[in-house]
Every structure is written in C-alpha cells, then in structure tokens.
C-alpha cells in the first residue's frame, strides 16, 4: 500500500526506508536502517527526483503510481547514480517508455557502466546552470562533481526554492513518520549519524565541498531535500554550519578521543589512566574506543567532532596491531586533518607501534604532535608515572589553550 506525504504544494516524497538492512554499502553498520528518499513533482510536466534502492522498490513504484494518478512521468531527474539511489530506472522505462532521464554527461557514462540497458533516445542531458520548465516550476541544475561521486549534481526548484541535494546533508537511520528534522530531535537521533555518514561517505572531498557550499551561499534556499534521513524546512544554517566545519575540517569541539587496541588488557590500562587524570583536571565528554570492538565509522565520526585524539597500540609481529593500523590507515584516506594527537605504544621484546602510527599520521596533513609518546614494555609501572603524567599535563595545556579559540560557522543568510 502506498506511503506518501507531501513537502510542498504539488511536490511529494515516494521514497522508504529500509529497518532491516544492517550494513550500509556492505561496510557501515545501520542499527536504526536507512531511509531512501525520491520526490515527484505535479506540474503542466511531471519529474521525479531520483529513485531508490532496490530493497524498496515495490513500495516505491506504488508511490509513484499512486501520486502521478493515472498520469504519465515525463521526466526523472537523476542527481546521483549510485545504486542506492538509481536501481529503479530500467522499470521506470518500462512503465513510462517516453521518460525523459535527466542527467549530466557523466551520468550516463556511469548508468551505461551500472545497467545493460542504453537508451539514448531517452537522455535529456543538461550542463552547469541549465534550467528545464515543468510548467510554472523551473529546475535550475548545478554540478556537484565529488560530493560525493564525480557524476553528482543538485537540482534547484525555482519557485519554491528548494534544493534537491543528492546525498549531501543525509544521513545514516531510518524515518519513522517525521519525515521533517523540525520534527524530530535531531540533535538527539540524527546528529551523531549526520555526522557518522558525512565523515565516511562525504569526509575524503573536503574540498569540493567547499566549493559546493560557495554556491549554495548565492541562492535563497527555502528547503533541502537529501536522499538520505530527513528533509530540512528550518534552520538551515545549522546543518549548513555543521557541513562548513566537517568540511574545513575543524573540530567542533575541544575533548579527546581515546582509541586503542589492546591484546591482554596493559595499553587498555594505561588509555583508562590518562582519561582519567584528564577527567579529573576537568576534561569533559571523553570518548574512549577499543579498535577491536567498536566499528572504525564510529571513531571516525568522533574524530570528526573532537579536536584532541589519543591511539595507544601494542606492537604486533613486528609491526602495528592490525586494527590500528586499519583505522589510521582509513583516517588517512579520509584526509582527516588539522587535529592534535597523543601516541602510547607498548612491546615486549620488538618496539614498533610508536613508530609505524607516526608514520601513518605524519602524512596526514595539520596534525600537531602533543607530548612525548609513553611507551611501556609489557605492562604499565610505578617509575613510568612521571611520563604518564607528564603526557596527561601536555594533553590538558593543550586542550585549554584551544577552548577559547573561536570556532567558524558558516551562515547562510538567505537560508530560513
């Protein structure tokens, strides 16, 4: 049965969400699922912004169905080709054989790659700044090349100033209703999985969000449309806020994240001594992870929001245990960067753990080494307390210092 709600007059979302997926993209974990957003536009021509995944797709084709009433779709615009978001395109023809598909040069390239089906009679392609008349709706196309996929573009609808904006500004988690952030507790439910999916879907193109977000700052947007989580109608200069620093790549706040690996429980020891002292010299909202437990898109997500960043690892056959070295590895590829960081190793009989982390670190880019790193020979004890507290002492100063640094917010001042 269909499951509609309209966002605006005459433009309605079709997509879903999917409860039960438990990976996304086979790798992030989804303990609340994921949602699939498309929306249709009623005009004198009717156009639909993008589809969904395949796990969906009865229920999404019997949105549509159901929304255009016996009409026919004229045009399906597609901002992004990722499967997630285009797997219904060859049933759409099908249905609708006159379907124009709306896309830029890119777009069909990859939809060529992805599908056996070529029908270039049907392509409508458009290039930066060109508009497509619906009727009395305009849509105005921007390229958005890396944000994430090369072949990505927003759509802007004119009349309503809404901005169709591929898979920036989603999010991990299903809806539940409330397709609206204005209806929800975002900060409580989405925050933390807006954050989780930019910094490792989004995190590597710092960049060309930059750019993205220098254009966006010329229009009156009146609402934001991902095809991820909920739709945003208010406050728009909040996740706009939150995107300017996740992609400048300034923490959001000062605090420390702590991840370790620890094979027998000494470098767990050690990580819970320095949290410690510096909770009790007034350190707040600490995050302490071990790498063999908690998924790396969580750490990341973490090492995103805090300024300060903590690794502790034993040497593992003569090298990095494998779990750190995964996770600093993925740190890198992201480009996290301009963070502080704190190194404990730990050995035996073969030291290499401090060495091979600073390594991988050091070609991350704006990273300031704070303190000497603790390395302890099998387990923690007494004359290595000075170091210890030593590195806590550097950590804290270091954290101080940064409180009362101002923090950059972009504001979009024709955003409502």
């Known amino acids: 049965?269909?499951?509609?709600?309209?966002?605006?007059?005459?433009?309605?979302?079709?997509?879903?969400?999917d409860k039960r997926l438990e990976r996304f993209?086979?790798?992030?974990?989804?303990?609340?699922?994921?949602?699939?957003?498309?929306?249709?536009?009623?005009?004198?021509?009717?156009?639909?912004?993008?589809?969904?995944?395949?796990?969906?797709?009865?229920?999404?084709?019997?949105?549509?169905?159901?929304v255009l009433q016996g009409r026919a779709l004229d045009y399906l615009v597609v901002n992004h080709m990722e499967p997630d978001h285009c797997a219904?395109?060859?049933?759409?023809?099908?249905?609708?054989?006159?379907?124009?598909?709306?896309?830029?040069?890119?777009?069909?390239?990859?939809?060529?790659?992805?599908?056996?089906?070529?029908?270039?009679?049907?392509?409508?392609?458009v290039q930066e700044g060109d508009e497509l008349s619906l009727g009395t709706r305009t849509l105005r196309f921007y390229l958005t090349p890396f944000v994430h996929w090369p072949e990505v573009m927003f759509t802007y609808e004119t009349t309503n100033k809404i901005l169709f904006s591929a898979d920036a500004f989603g999010c991990f988690g299903s809806l539940s209703g409330n397709i609206f952030c204005d209806q929800t507790d975002f900060e409580g439910v989405f925050l933390e999985e807006s954050r989780?999916?930019?910094?490792?879907?989004?995190?590597?193109?710092?960049?060309?969000?930059?750019?993205?977000?220098?254009?966006?700052?010329?229009?009156?947007?009146?609402?934001?449309?991902?095809?991820?989580?909920?739709?945003?109608?208010?406050?728009?200069?909040?996740?706009?806020?939150?995107?300017?620093?996740?992609?400048?790549?300034?923490?959001?706040?000062?605090?420390?994240?702590?991840?370790?690996?620890?094979?027998?429980?000494n470098t767990e020891n050690v990580m819970n001594m320095i949290a410690s002292k510096l909770s009790a010299k007034g350190v707040q909202d600490i995050r302490?992870?071990?790498?063999?437990?908690?998924?790396?898109?969580?750490?990341?997500s973490d090492a995103w929001k805090f300024s300060h960043l903590i690794f502790g690892s034993p040497t593992y056959n003569m090298s990095l245990y494998h779990g750190m070295q995964a996770l600093l590895q993925e740190m890198a590829a992201l480009n996290?960067?301009?963070?502080?960081?704190?190194?404990?190793?730990?050995?035996?009989?073969?030291?290499?753990s401090v060495k091979e982390m600073t390594e991988i670190i050091s070609d991350m880019r704006k990273i300031e080494f704070i303190g000497e790193p603790l390395e302890i020979k099998s387990a923690m004890k007494q004359e290595q307390m000075p170091q210890l507290d030593q590195l806590v002492e550097d950590i804290y100063a270091s954290i101080s210092t940064g409180i009362s640094a101002a923090q950059p917010f972009f504001t979009n001042r024709n955003a409502i």
């Open 196 to 265: 989780r999916y930019y910094a490792n879907i989004v995190g590597k193109y710092g960049s060309q969000v930059q750019k993205v977000l220098s254009k966006l700052a010329q229009l009156e947007i009146n609402m934001i449309c991902p095809l991820h989580g909920p739709v945003w109608r208010e406050n728009l200069s909040y996740i706009l806020g939150k995107y300017n620093l996740w992609s400048s790549y300034q923490p959001e706040k000062q605090g420390v994240v702590l991840a370790y690996a620890s094979m027998y429980g």
């Open 336 to 352: 996290l960067q301009n963070r502080k960081v704190s190194l404990v190793g730990n050995y035996t009989w073969a030291n290499a």
């Open 288 to 300: 302490m992870y071990d790498v063999s437990k908690t998924h790396s898109s969580y750490i990341i």
């Open 1 to 17: 049965m269909y499951c509609v709600q309209e966002i605006a007059p005459a433009i309605v979302w079709v997509g879903g969400s």
């Open 25 to 66: 993209e086979n790798m992030f974990p989804l303990p609340k699922g994921i949602a699939y957003n498309s929306y249709l536009i009623l005009d004198e021509q009717t156009a639909l912004m993008d589809t969904v995944d395949s796990a969906i797709t009865a229920q999404f084709l019997e949105n549509v169905e159901h």
């Open 88 to 125: 219904n395109i060859e049933e759409l023809l099908k249905r609708y054989p006159d379907l124009k598909i709306v896309g830029n040069k890119k777009t069909f390239q990859f939809m060529e790659q992805f599908y056996t089906f070529s029908k270039p009679e049907n392509y409508y392609i």
